[in-house]
T-cell receptor, first 114, second 109 residues
Framework: GAGVSQSPSNKVTEKGKDVELRCDPI?????LYWYRQSLGQGLEFLIY????????KSGLPSDRFSAERTGGSVSTLTIQRTQQEDSAVYLC????????????FGPGTRLTVT | GEDVEQSLFLSVREGDSSVINCTYT??????LYWYKQEPGAGLQLLTY?????DMKQDQRLTVLLNKKDKHLSLRIADTQTGDSAIYFC?????????FGDGTTLTVKP
Protein backbone atom coordinates (compact mmCIF):
# COMPACT_ATOMS: atom_id res chain seq x y z
CA GLY A 1 0.00 0.00 0.00
CA ALA A 2 0.96 3.66 -0.22
CA GLY A 3 3.35 4.99 2.35
CA VAL A 4 3.59 8.45 3.86
CA SER A 5 4.01 11.12 1.23
CA GLN A 6 5.19 14.69 1.64
CA SER A 7 5.15 17.65 -0.68
CA PRO A 8 7.00 19.48 -1.94
CA SER A 9 10.19 17.42 -1.80
CA ASN A 10 12.26 20.60 -1.98
CA LYS A 11 11.34 24.18 -1.21
CA VAL A 12 13.52 27.24 -1.58
CA THR A 13 12.09 30.42 -0.17
CA GLU A 14 13.23 33.92 0.66
CA LYS A 15 13.65 35.02 4.23
CA GLY A 16 10.41 36.52 5.54
CA LYS A 17 8.07 34.50 3.32
CA ASP A 18 5.53 31.99 4.60
CA VAL A 19 5.71 28.32 3.59
CA GLU A 20 3.31 25.38 3.83
CA LEU A 21 4.50 21.80 3.95
CA ARG A 22 2.08 18.96 3.37
CA CYS A 23 1.94 15.43 4.73
CA ASP A 24 -0.34 12.62 3.56
CA PRO A 25 -0.23 9.86 6.17
CA ILE A 26 -0.94 6.19 5.70
CA UNK A 27 -4.68 5.63 5.53
CA UNK A 28 -6.12 4.61 8.87
CA UNK A 29 -3.21 5.78 10.98
CA UNK A 30 -4.46 7.77 13.92
CA UNK A 31 -1.16 9.35 14.92
CA LEU A 32 0.78 11.92 12.92
CA TYR A 33 4.10 13.49 13.83
CA TRP A 34 6.25 16.32 12.50
CA TYR A 35 9.99 16.45 13.10
CA ARG A 36 12.79 18.71 11.96
CA GLN A 37 16.22 17.40 11.06
CA SER A 38 18.99 19.90 10.57
CA LEU A 39 22.12 18.94 8.62
CA GLY A 40 23.96 16.19 10.46
CA GLN A 41 21.62 16.37 13.43
CA GLY A 42 19.10 14.08 15.02
CA LEU A 43 15.35 14.50 14.96
CA GLU A 44 13.78 17.44 16.72
CA PHE A 45 10.16 16.75 17.69
CA LEU A 46 7.77 19.50 16.60
CA ILE A 47 4.16 18.39 17.00
CA TYR A 48 2.07 15.22 17.50
CA UNK A 49 -1.56 14.61 16.54
CA UNK A 50 -3.45 11.66 17.99
CA UNK A 51 -6.97 11.04 16.76
CA UNK A 52 -9.36 13.78 17.84
CA UNK A 53 -7.31 14.82 20.85
CA UNK A 54 -5.72 18.22 21.15
CA UNK A 55 -2.29 18.09 19.51
CA UNK A 56 0.92 18.05 21.53
CA LYS A 57 2.60 21.25 20.35
CA SER A 58 5.36 21.20 22.93
CA GLY A 59 8.12 20.94 20.31
CA LEU A 60 7.21 23.93 18.16
CA PRO A 61 10.22 26.29 18.39
CA SER A 62 8.31 29.55 18.09
CA ASP A 63 4.87 30.97 17.39
CA ARG A 64 5.86 31.28 13.73
CA PHE A 65 5.28 27.52 13.48
CA SER A 66 1.81 25.99 13.38
CA ALA A 67 0.25 22.80 12.10
CA GLU A 68 -3.18 21.44 11.49
CA ARG A 69 -4.61 18.10 10.59
CA THR A 70 -7.84 18.16 8.66
CA GLY A 71 -10.36 15.35 8.92
CA GLY A 72 -7.90 13.20 10.82
CA SER A 73 -5.85 12.71 7.69
CA VAL A 74 -3.75 15.25 5.77
CA SER A 75 -1.59 17.61 7.79
CA THR A 76 -0.06 20.96 6.91
CA LEU A 77 2.90 22.51 8.71
CA THR A 78 3.05 26.27 8.24
CA ILE A 79 6.08 28.41 8.94
CA GLN A 80 5.45 32.14 8.89
CA ARG A 81 8.08 34.80 8.25
CA THR A 82 10.76 32.18 7.58
CA GLN A 83 14.26 32.70 8.92
CA GLN A 84 17.53 31.17 7.71
CA GLU A 85 17.70 28.98 10.82
CA ASP A 86 14.47 27.32 9.67
CA SER A 87 16.43 25.63 6.86
CA ALA A 88 16.25 21.89 7.51
CA VAL A 89 14.54 18.71 6.38
CA TYR A 90 11.02 18.46 7.75
CA LEU A 91 9.93 14.88 8.28
CA CYS A 92 6.41 13.64 8.77
CA UNK A 93 5.52 10.25 10.20
CA UNK A 94 2.29 8.43 10.88
CA UNK A 95 1.49 5.53 13.13
CA UNK A 96 -1.17 3.59 14.96
CA UNK A 97 -1.57 2.13 18.39
CA UNK A 98 -0.56 -1.32 17.26
CA UNK A 99 2.97 -2.19 18.38
CA UNK A 100 3.31 0.96 20.39
CA UNK A 101 2.97 3.56 17.68
CA UNK A 102 5.85 2.51 15.49
CA UNK A 103 6.27 5.32 13.05
CA UNK A 104 6.33 5.25 9.28
CA PHE A 105 8.24 8.15 7.85
CA GLY A 106 7.81 10.12 4.68
CA PRO A 107 10.82 11.14 2.57
CA GLY A 108 10.84 14.64 3.97
CA THR A 109 10.71 18.17 2.61
CA ARG A 110 14.04 19.95 2.33
CA LEU A 111 13.45 23.62 3.13
CA THR A 112 16.09 26.18 2.24
CA VAL A 113 15.61 29.78 3.33
CA THR A 114 17.81 32.22 1.44
CA GLY B 1 12.45 16.12 29.45
CA GLU B 2 13.29 12.63 28.35
CA ASP B 3 16.66 11.98 26.76
CA VAL B 4 18.16 9.35 24.48
CA GLU B 5 21.93 9.17 23.98
CA GLN B 6 23.94 7.40 21.32
CA SER B 7 27.55 7.45 20.23
CA LEU B 8 27.85 9.41 17.00
CA PHE B 9 30.10 7.23 14.86
CA LEU B 10 31.00 3.57 14.36
CA SER B 11 33.29 2.10 11.72
CA VAL B 12 33.60 -1.62 11.03
CA ARG B 13 34.97 -3.90 8.33
CA GLU B 14 32.65 -5.79 6.03
CA GLY B 15 31.80 -9.18 7.53
CA ASP B 16 32.38 -8.09 11.11
CA SER B 17 29.62 -7.56 13.67
CA SER B 18 28.48 -4.04 14.51
CA VAL B 19 27.14 -3.07 17.91
CA ILE B 20 25.38 0.25 18.32
CA ASN B 21 24.56 1.35 21.84
CA CYS B 22 21.88 3.62 23.25
CA THR B 23 20.87 4.82 26.70
CA TYR B 24 17.57 6.41 27.65
CA THR B 25 16.12 8.05 30.72
CA UNK B 26 12.38 7.39 30.61
CA UNK B 27 11.69 4.42 32.89
CA UNK B 28 8.09 4.37 31.63
CA UNK B 29 9.07 3.64 28.04
CA UNK B 30 6.86 0.91 26.63
CA UNK B 31 8.52 0.26 23.30
CA LEU B 32 12.04 0.91 22.07
CA TYR B 33 12.90 1.12 18.41
CA TRP B 34 15.78 1.13 16.00
CA TYR B 35 15.39 3.10 12.79
CA LYS B 36 17.74 3.29 9.80
CA GLN B 37 18.21 6.37 7.64
CA GLU B 38 20.00 6.14 4.32
CA PRO B 39 21.27 9.31 2.60
CA GLY B 40 18.48 11.54 1.35
CA ALA B 41 15.74 9.31 2.71
CA GLY B 42 13.36 9.28 5.64
CA LEU B 43 13.70 6.90 8.56
CA GLN B 44 12.85 3.24 8.12
CA LEU B 45 11.82 1.10 11.07
CA LEU B 46 14.30 -1.74 11.50
CA THR B 47 13.10 -3.49 14.61
CA TYR B 48 11.53 -2.86 17.98
CA UNK B 49 11.45 -4.43 21.41
CA UNK B 50 8.77 -4.31 24.04
CA UNK B 51 9.98 -3.08 27.41
CA UNK B 52 9.32 -6.40 29.18
CA UNK B 53 11.65 -8.29 26.84
CA ASP B 54 15.39 -8.77 27.21
CA MET B 55 16.29 -9.78 23.70
CA LYS B 56 14.83 -9.95 20.25
CA GLN B 57 16.43 -11.51 17.20
CA ASP B 58 15.38 -10.77 13.64
CA GLN B 59 17.61 -12.31 10.97
CA ARG B 60 20.97 -10.48 11.20
CA LEU B 61 19.67 -8.09 13.85
CA THR B 62 19.79 -8.72 17.60
CA VAL B 63 18.35 -6.21 20.05
CA LEU B 64 19.37 -6.40 23.70
CA LEU B 65 17.56 -4.45 26.40
CA ASN B 66 18.83 -3.92 29.94
CA LYS B 67 15.88 -2.20 31.54
CA LYS B 68 17.61 -1.76 34.89
CA ASP B 69 20.44 0.24 33.29
CA LYS B 70 18.16 1.73 30.61
CA HIS B 71 20.56 0.48 27.94
CA LEU B 72 19.60 -0.72 24.49
CA SER B 73 21.89 -2.17 21.85
CA LEU B 74 21.59 -3.23 18.23
CA ARG B 75 23.92 -5.90 16.91
CA ILE B 76 24.22 -6.40 13.17
CA ALA B 77 25.85 -9.69 12.26
CA ASP B 78 27.95 -10.05 9.10
CA THR B 79 27.80 -6.33 8.40
CA GLN B 80 27.60 -5.42 4.71
CA THR B 81 28.43 -2.20 2.86
CA GLY B 82 24.69 -1.74 2.34
CA ASP B 83 24.31 -1.42 6.09
CA SER B 84 26.16 1.91 5.99
CA ALA B 85 23.62 4.44 7.24
CA ILE B 86 22.58 6.42 10.29
CA TYR B 87 20.89 4.37 13.00
CA PHE B 88 18.49 6.03 15.41
CA CYS B 89 17.39 4.67 18.73
CA UNK B 90 13.97 5.83 19.97
CA UNK B 91 11.84 5.27 23.03
CA UNK B 92 8.07 5.64 23.15
CA UNK B 93 5.74 6.43 25.98
CA UNK B 94 2.03 7.01 25.38
CA UNK B 95 2.49 7.41 21.66
CA UNK B 96 5.19 10.07 21.74
CA UNK B 97 8.75 9.14 20.81
CA UNK B 98 12.09 10.60 21.75
CA PHE B 99 14.92 9.94 19.30
CA GLY B 100 18.65 9.86 19.81
CA ASP B 101 20.92 11.92 17.57
CA GLY B 102 21.82 8.86 15.50
CA THR B 103 24.94 6.74 15.05
CA THR B 104 26.61 6.90 11.67
CA LEU B 105 27.76 3.41 10.73
CA THR B 106 30.49 3.18 8.11
CA VAL B 107 31.28 -0.25 6.69
CA LYS B 108 34.67 -0.56 5.02
CA PRO B 109 35.24 -3.24 2.37
Amino acid sequence: GAGVSQSPSNKVTEKGKDVELRCDPISGHTALYWYRQSLGQGLEFLIYFQGNSAPDKSGLPSDRFSAERTGGSVSTLTIQRTQQEDSAVYLCASGSSGRGYEQYFGPGTRLTVT
Amino acid sequence: GEDVEQSLFLSVREGDSSVINCTYTDSSSTYLYWYKQEPGAGLQLLTYIFSNMDMKQDQRLTVLLNKKDKHLSLRIADTQTGDSAIYFCAETNAGKSTFGDGTTLTVKP
